[in-house]
């Protein structure tokens, strides 16, 4: 289909947004209202162009390479925004137009749209919806006989035409030998002062072209968010989207959905039971059974089958395998691998380290940049000292290990296979396999101090 282009519209400040921040870029379930857009339209594998404007720099960064970026020097109008980028379009036959704040445009929907445009032969085919309330949004207005004539802005509307239930979702698909006939004729004589694009109807009924249009079922797929408001109305209901779609179709058990938080691009098996405030971030994969939160925060990171993850864990970036428990409160920073079976517990904080299959550090230490092999026991209080000021170091612990209570492990140090670390002791060279290591004060008791002590005190007050 290499004869239609996508070209999407993000130039827009969003004055109605109050905002530093493009509007586009602003999140819905944690991803940004134009990487929804683009998701939509990747699977076509078409050219896709963006028109940036208003702190462009920050989309162009947002979204990386792939797209041609068009810069549209003022934002003053989307007509004048799809002028802009006619270098771009003119080089297709077609060009599908769309607002980079309408985040919930299905890919079906699209492709019905393309299909009726190419099948009907039209120069603009629109998407339109019917809404209860069509506050804001561009009005359709037909003929008697049901043709479009024009498109008329909520701020332009008479009274009669605000009555108008049908609204533009702001989405078109274009021949661009029309486009790229009249989009110069396009005047700026409007409430807004600025280029509407949806006047191209009124040129194209003006010289009897034809204009077709498709509809849409679901008012939520053309919800364009102009402010915060909408914004969390979109949020909410997507959210209520996903964590539908996780207990019906994934089966995925959710004490109470309202307060539950998961990406649209998370994973969840079957069987898995979520907590109130959970957050399910990112690209997070969790398998089935197992057990999450309360109040746990999970961050692009792999859980495995049968996974407990108690109350007050935070997880970025991390694997952790089948049949390991987590928490409560507990601290997993990046790169950080729980294998099989393996238990970090409560105010363990682990960062950059492979804990192995049915090892277990329960209470209070920190791990960082260490290597711990299989069923390993790590005391209380146990922490690597893997800075020196300068670099990280690493920390090896070989399988079948007893660390002490309070063991300092002062890194590059190794402890070797099946040896043990006294409680108290500050490690700061390898301990051979099957040995004992103690480093810390010799312990001395004065017998009878306390008495005498007490004695003098008696003698002082008397
Ligand atoms: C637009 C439509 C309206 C439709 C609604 C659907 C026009 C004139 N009106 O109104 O009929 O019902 O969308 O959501 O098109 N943009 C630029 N450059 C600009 C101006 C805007 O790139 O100079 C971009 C914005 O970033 C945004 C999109 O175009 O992504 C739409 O602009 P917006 O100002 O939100 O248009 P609406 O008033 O919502
Ligand atoms: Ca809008």
């Given at each position: ?294 109040n746990v925060r999970i961050v692009n990171s792999f ?119 006294g409680a108290g002791s500050v490690i700061t060279k ?33």
């Open positions: 289909m290499n004869e239609i282009a996508f070209l999407i519209l993000a130039a827009g400040k969003g004055k109605r947004m109050k905002s530093s921040l493009p509007k586009v870029l602003h999140k819905i379930c944690g991803k940004t209202m134009l990487s929804y857009v683009l998701d939509a339209v990747k699977p076509f594998g078409c050219d896709i162009g963006i028109v940036i404007g208003f702190n462009g720099d920050l989309v162009r960064k947002e979204i990386g390479e792939g797209p041609f970026y068009i810069t549209q020097p003022k934002q003053a109008g989307t007509g004048d925004a799809v002028r802009v980028a006619k270098d771009f379009w003119q080089r297709y036959n077609n060009v599908v137009v769309l607002a980079g704040d309408v985040p919930f445009l299905s890919s079906d929907t699209l492709k019905r749209l393309i299909e009726s445009h190419l099948q009907e032969d039209n120069v603009i085919t629109l998407i339109t919806a019917f809404l209860d309330t069509p506050t804001g949004y561009g009005r359709i207005v037909r003929d008697e006989k049901g043709n479009i004539v024009k498109i008329v802005e909520e701020k332009d509307a008479s009274y009669k035409e605000k009555e108008i239930r049908e609204v533009n979702a702001g989405v078109y698909c274009f021949d661009t030998g029309f486009l790229k006939e009249n989009i110069d004729r396009l005047v700026s004589d409007n409430a807004q002062g600025e280029y509407y694009l949806t006047d191209l109807v009124k040129i194209a009924v003006l010289n009897s072209l034809k204009i077709g249009s498709i509809s849409v079922e679901d008012n939520f797929e053309i919800m364009g968010i102009n402010d915060r408001k909408a914004l969390a109305e979109a949020e909410r209901e997507y959210r209520r989207r996903i964590n539908e779609r996780l207990m019906l179709e994934k089966g995925v058990t959710i004490i109470d959905p309202q307060m539950t938080y998961i990406s649209p691009d998370a994973e969840i098996g079957k069987d898995t039971v979520i907590y109130p405030m959970v957050f399910i971030e990112g690209r997070s994969v969790i398998g089935e059974g197992c057990i999450i939160g309360p859980i495995g089958n049968n996974v407990v993850i108690r109350e007050n864990v935070v997880i970025e970036g991390s694997r952790i395998g089948d049949g390991c428990e987590v928490g409560p409160f507990a601290y997993l920073r990046p790169e950080t691998i729980l294998d099989e079976s393996a238990y970090v517990g409560k105010f363990v904080e682990v960062k950059k380290s492979f804990i192995g299959k049915g090892s277990k550090v329960p209470h209070l230490s920190y791990i960082g940049d260490a290597t711990i092999g299989e069923r390993v026991n790590v005391g209380a209080g146990t922490i690597t000292c893997n800075y020196d000021g300068v670099k990280k170091n690493p920390t090896f612990i070989e399988d079948d290990v007893f660390i002490g209570s309070d063991t300092m492990l002062v890194a590059p140090v190794r402890i070797g296979r099946g040896a043990f670390t390898d301990v051979p396999p099957e040995s004992l290591a103690i480093a810390r004060a010799k312990q001395v008791n004065i017998e009878g101090w306390a008495k005498k002590r007490r004695g003098g005190e008696e003698k002082k007050n008397g």
